[in-house]
């Protein structure tokens, strides 16, 4: 099964992107597209929070035709569509194990920690020593 994007749908100069024009023209033809190469039933697509993506048409129109829709964080503004699939898979990888990149953030947390409290004691012990 091959994942990715399978069509564009052009938007007519100065139209907006209505819940209408989501349902009928857009999603219409991409699951006329997909269903020439694989049923639709176990189909999931991955859509941001646009209010034309979220209106009450197009949920039910989804519904209606059984495709899933995968969630979407509510701000990530450096998240590539393309790739969001794979914090699930990445999640399940790395579920029991601590990471690399939490241990080197948890050892620079502690070394800068180490070092402000140095700066501290060292300021505590310069101002006792001015008195």
Known sequence: ???????????????????????????????????????????IIHHDNASAHKAIQTMEYLEAHRVKLMGHPVYSPDLSHCYFWL?????EQLRGKVSRISMNFMLLFRNKRTVTEKKTSTNIMNSGSKE
């Open 1 to 43: 099964m091959k994942s990715g994007f399978n069509t564009i749908i052009p938007l007519e100069n100065g139209k907006a992107v209505a819940a209408n024009w989501c349902t009928n023209e857009c999603l219409s033809h991409v699951l006329k597209e997909v269903e020439k190469r694989r049923r639709l039933n176990d189909l």
């Open 87 to 91: 914090f699930t898979k990445i999640k």
